[in-house]
């Protein structure tokens, strides 16, 4: 059975950063591509970034919306997938989810790709 479960979510101003985590088991961790996706009130759930596994040697993919400020990381040690987030904004508010599939590079970013999914992190980040 695949879980995924998220950390690090709270309430932020503006400008801040945090970390958000997603732990999952060794089986996972190894065998399925791990994405960051978010959904905020009254929208639709949207990519975020990943890093590639399973053959993807490695490469980070990220929405135009989060370049330059968050980064896609995993931990082997621990089996988990961060997110780093610098520079919030406003706009960053949404719960975050952490999911995991075997995506197509062309599908790697959309959700349809991804079979399991987190129970997602609260993130709000305040003017």
């Known amino acids: 059975q695949v879980q995924l479960v998220e950390s690090g979510g709270g309430l932020v101003q503006a400008g801040e950063s945090l970390i958000l985590s997603c732990s999952t088991s060794?089986?996972?961790?190894?065998?399925?591509?791990l994405a960051w996706f978010r959904q905020a009130p009254g929208k639709e759930r949207e990519f975020v970034g990943t890093i590639r596994s399973r053959g993807g040697g490695g490469r980070s993919y990220y929405a135009d919306s989060v370049k330059g400020r968050f980064t896609v990381s995993r931990d082997r040690t621990k089996n988990t997938l961060n997110l780093q987030m610098n520079s919030l904004r406003v706009e960053d508010t949404a719960v975050y989810y952490c999911?995991?599939?075997?995506?197509?590079?062309?599908?790697?970013?959309?959700?349809?790709?991804?079979?399991?999914w987190g129970q997602g992190t609260q993130v709000t980040v305040s003017s």
């Open positions: 999911a995991a599939g075997v995506p197509i590079l062309s599908a790697i970013e959309s959700s349809r790709a991804y079979r399991y």
């Open positions: 060794t089986n996972t961790f190894n065998e399925y591509n």
